[in-house]
């Protein structure tokens, strides 16, 4: 089995042909990295974004969450990840409250 290769300068990163948008990564973010977007090509409307990456802090636990091994994290060796701050805290807040879905701009 190979060692995948990170995409240059990303702390996490998806495979979309492998997810099916169960959105269990984006419940157990802590620093409200990852949403959900809409996608009327799914098969449940949804996909998985990532959509504040420079709020990663590497904890790993979207990648231990997803059942079909679709998101990866950086290795600490490698990246520098960010610290937890209140504001991430407070999005993954409304993530949660949003359902899960993206923001609003």
Aim: proline residues 6%.
């Amino acid at each position: 089995m190979s060692v995948m290769e990170a995409p240059e300068n990303t702390p996490v990163w998806t495979d979309e042909s492998r997810c099916k948008a169960c959105d269990l990564c984006v419940a157990v973010c802590p620093a409200g990295v990852l949403t959900m977007r809409y996608e009327p090509n799914s098969v449940l409307g949804a996909m998985i974004t990532v959509s504040s990456p420079d709020s990663c802090i590497g904890c790993n636990e979207c990648e231990l969450a997803c059942p079909d091994f679709a998101i990866y994290v950086a290795d600490k060796k490698q990246f520098k990840f960010a610290k937890l701050t209140d504001q991430s805290k407070a999005r993954q807040q409304e993530i949660v409250a949003n359902n899960y879905m993206m923001l609003k701009a």
